[in-house]
């Protein structure tokens, strides 16, 4: 007990030194008429967010809760306004599709404004803590069987749904993203590895190993025509495929079942991958995260791998094309 007091009591104490020697540099530059100029200062905040803001979609929201059609400026990013944009985002409905903005959407544009709050210097601290303390709980991210893409490999596609089909079935059997899937072709297969640079991380080369089967696939999925990608196409071919399965898509705070198809995309491919191969494939965790294009698999962990229960027997036993 002693020791945790302790403990607690040092904590206390380097906070505060901490904050002492900030003030007193805060202090010593004042009492010098130390002239720093802060990126506040050199850039106004809508050409910040132009230059440095990769989500530009929160512009609307961050209007709307500054209830104003003008730029907004640096002054106007109080702790109550953050406060309010925070409890916003959680309310209302996206401005495209009328539809409630995804956990996953109000981080980024959360953690966006918290970057550009950051680069502007802006001296509120209150603003960085609200933003940094009001990470929304993400929902569970779907995945589908091996059994379910095997029933959409074998579905008889319309001439308009084939480029959707094909698509998909290419980002499930090499885990790619879609923005990549146009771009893989047979110049990519070295032996029973597929080789190629991603779009968004061109610093990595993903390793894919393929089976002669698999590879057999790939060759013959290149073949169908057209590169375009639909997500509602998408979810009409899982419901003509007949897959119903229900889903659980809530927070962990919350339950909200659904049917995969009225929900899957074209990054479920990627989950279902690395899903698929943790639990059924035999593959390390090393050749996991290659495969998708991760620097290491804690991040194929917490962000793909949609099923963590423990890994049955059964789940070691299963075969298939997409195994």
């Known amino acids: 007990m002693k020791e945790s007091l302790n403990l607690d009591l040092i904590k206390t104490i380097k906070a505060q030194s901490s904050l002492i020697k900030q003030q007193s540099k805060m202090i010593k530059a004042f009492e010098t008429k130390n002239t720093n100029v802060f990126n506040k200062d050199k850039w106004t905040f809508m050409q910040a967010f132009n230059i440095r803001c990769k989500e530009k979609g929160l512009m609307a929201y961050l209007k709307d809760v500054l209830n104003t059609i003008d730029a907004p400026t640096w002054k106007l990013l109080t702790p109550m306004a953050m406060e309010r944009f925070v409890e916003y985002l959680g309310v209302t409905t996206t401005k495209r599709t009328g539809k409630a903005i995804e956990p996953t959407t109000q981080n980024l544009y959360i953690s966006n404004l918290r970057m550009l709050i950051k680069w502007g210097n802006t001296p509120v601290n209150d603003v960085m803590d609200i933003l940094k303390e009001k990470k929304v709980s993400p929902r569970k991210k779907i995945w589908l069987h091996p059994d379910e893409l095997e029933k959409i490999y074998s579905y008889s596609y319309t001439k308009k ?6 698509m998909f079935l290419i ?6 993203r879609i923005i ?16 190629y640079v991603p779009i968004k991380t061109r610093n990595t080369e993903c390793y894919v190993h393929l089976r002669k089967e698999q590879i057999a696939v790939l060759k013959a999925l290149l073949y169908v025509g057209g590169t375009e990608s639909s997500n509602e196409e998408l979810r009409n071919i ?13 927070t962990y705070q919350s339950t909200k079942i ?6 899957v ?11 698929i191969k943790y639990r059924c494939s035999g593959w390390s965790e090393r050749e996991i995260a290659i495969a998708v294009g991760h620097k290491d698999f804690k991040q194929t962990w917490n962000n793909y791998v949609c099923d963590k229960s423990p890994v049955t027997q059964k789940d070691k036993e299963m075969k298939g094309l997409f195994v």
Request: net charge negative.
């Open 265 to 275: 995309h074209f990054h479920t491919a990627r989950h279902t991958f690395a899903t």
């Open 171 to 176: 980002c499930c059997l090499t885990g790619c």
């Open 238 to 250: 899982l419901h003509n495929c007949g897959i119903t399965r229900t889903f659980d898509i809530g």
């Open 258 to 263: 659904v049917n995969v198809a009225d929900v």
């Open 161 to 166: 749904e084939a480029s959707t089909w094909k």
């Open 180 to 195: 990549d899937a146009p771009n893989i072709n047979e110049s990519n297969l070295d032996g029973e590895t597929l080789r």
